[in-house]
């Protein structure tokens, strides 16, 4: 689950041995997104035979993302993950996670180092495809027919893979949600600063 939330934090840009087709697809949705500025998607994560609706939202370098008991917010440069069914709270510097395929921090900009990337063809959409230059989970970011909003993300192989439907993006107004250790009381703080 932790990497599947890793996961979707990300949608915004990127660039080496790529297929130069996949990589402008990749602009071309980097910016749509970053054009507009600060935006939410709600999405459906169905991995395991289960489902569980979430919902992202971004404003600058900053995101916060809430899904099934886990919120995740991303400020600055430190990564708060909150487990209410634990009552743990997991502080780190957001930059140790630059290597997550969807960081906020980076977008898609160090995606071609650890992956091949090449556009494809999913369900009758375009979509590039990430294959893992040494080792992990092949991913799919399917766009809908307009070539530039998200409509899935899949990954993993065999019988083992998750899959995240995009429900609506829409340019945000409200506010994003930010961390405040007041508001969880009684939660551990676990501090890997």
Same mark, same amino acid.
């Given at each position: 689950?932790?990497?599947?939330?890793?996961?979707?934090?990300?949608?915004?840009?990127?660039?080496?041995?790529?297929?130069?087709?996949?990589?402008?697809?990749? *602009?071309?949705?980097? !910016?749509?997104?970053?054009?507009?500025?600060?935006?939410?998607?709600?999405?459906?994560?169905?991995?395991?035979?289960?489902? +569980?609706?979430?919902?992202? +939202?971004?404003?600058?370098?900053?995101?916060?993302? /809430?899904?099934?008991?886990?919120?995740?917010?991303?400020?600055?440069?430190? !990564?708060?993950?909150?487990?209410?069914?634990?009552?743990?709270?997991?502080?780190?510097?957001?930059?140790?996670?630059?290597?997550?395929?969807?960081?906020?921090? #980076?977008?898609?900009?160090?995606?071609?180092?650890?992956?091949?990337?090449?556009?494809?063809?999913?369900?009758?959409?375009?979509?590039?495809?990430?294959?893992?230059?040494?080792?992990?989970?092949?991913?799919?970011?399917?766009?809908?027919?307009?070539? *530039?909003?998200?409509? /899935?993300?899949?990954?993993?192989?065999?019988? #083992?893979?998750? *899959?995240?439907?995009?429900?609506?993006?829409? /340019? *945000?107004?409200?506010?994003?949600?930010?961390?405040?250790?007041?508001?969880? /009381?009684?939660?551990?703080?676990?501090?890997? !600063?």
């Amino acid at each position: 689950m932790k990497r599947i939330v890793l996961l979707l934090l990300l949608f915004v840009s990127l660039s080496a041995w790529a297929d130069e087709r996949g990589e402008k697809r990749l *602009e071309r949705i980097s !910016r749509y997104y970053s054009s507009l500025g600060s935006y939410s998607i709600s999405f459906v994560l169905r991995a395991g035979g289960g489902e +569980q609706r979430g919902e992202l +939202q971004v404003e600058g370098n900053s995101s916060y993302m /809430k899904i099934a008991d886990t919120e995740l917010f991303v400020e600055d440069s430190l !990564r708060y993950e909150v487990r209410t069914s634990t009552k743990e709270i997991v502080v780190d510097r957001a930059d140790a996670y630059e290597k997550e395929l969807l960081n906020p921090l #980076n977008g898609f900009s160090e995606v071609s180092k650890d992956y091949n990337v090449e556009e494809c063809e999913v369900d009758g959409r375009a979509a590039v495809r990430l294959t893992p230059k040494r080792t992990g989970e092949t991913v799919y970011i399917v766009t809908n027919v307009n070539g *530039e909003t998200l409509s /899935k993300v899949k990954y993993g192989s065999g019988d #083992n893979y998750a *899959e995240v439907d995009i429900i609506s993006t829409k /340019k *945000e107004s409200k506010k994003m949600p930010r961390f405040s250790k007041e508001s969880y /009381k009684g939660f551990e703080l676990i501090d890997f !600063r």
